[in-house]
């Protein structure tokens, strides 16, 4: 089986993106990764803080590398949205594949000597472990909260979009494998439509760092910028709350269909489909299948 940046590199030429989408519980871990299965794509599962809190940092890990182990399958853990040097030491110690070290909210210095700081740690633990792990940062705000919203969250703006020369000098300093840069994508949903994406940033991004790049907040967008996109230089494409929406509308149906069923696996199913839908239909899009 390819390493995780062959994988990576492999989207890069054929100009389609990996899929990158969070889990809160099983169920939502198993709908992923059916829909992955189906279509035999590799598939990478999120934990932010929150998320890792909830599953059990260990567990998260031991889960995903179950699959992986069990089926020969390319599915990695990334440790999702984290805001310290020490929760993304743990998550390197606990044996997770890829870190998002996101320190938007500090200035640019700062934020640097941090995201470096991980970049050395991992880089010390993957000579050591003889393993690969990969450390993305965020670059530019674009909101913090995968909730469905009446309007943008204050702060995001094109003023606030990441630039070609901050991307590259950010880059430069860090080392980071990933990029994920701001472009008009927002965390969360806004119920009268996510503001568009602007392809030809990504263009410009990826031209002055030649690293990877990575869409956060992919949920709402619209089919067409996401194509563009990835065209011009994303390689992987995180969802979330267009997950969390299916998961959660699923899950009050069949409760309200059957209010006397208290057994999990029987009212859960439904979730997990539900799930699997959203996963399977972003994969077909990300990876040019009809």
Known sequence: MKTYKEYIKEADEKGVAIGHFNISNLEGLHGIYNAAKKLNLPIIIGLSE????????HE???LVRAIRERD????FLNADHHYSFERVKASIDAGFDSVVIDLVKLPLEENIKITKQCVEYAREVSKKENREILVEAELGFIGTSSVVMDKLPDGVSDATMTTPEDAKYFVDATGVDLLAPSIGNVHGMVKSGNPRLHPERVKAIREATGIPLVLHGGSGS????????IKEGIDIVHINTEIRV?????????????????????????S???????VEARLKLFNGIQ
């Open 50 to 57: 929150g998320e890792e809190d909830f599953v059990g940092i």
């Open 246 to 270: 299916a998961f959660t509308k699923a899950l009050r149906k069949s409760l309200a269909d059957k209010p006397e069923e208290n057994t999990p696996y029987k009212y859960l199913p439904a």
């Open 272 to 278: 997990v489909e539900a799930v699997e839908a959203v």
């Open 72 to 75: 020969n399958y390319p599915i």
């Open 60 to 62: 998260g890990v031991a």
């Open 222 to 229: 619209m089919n067409e910028d996401f194509v563009s996109c």
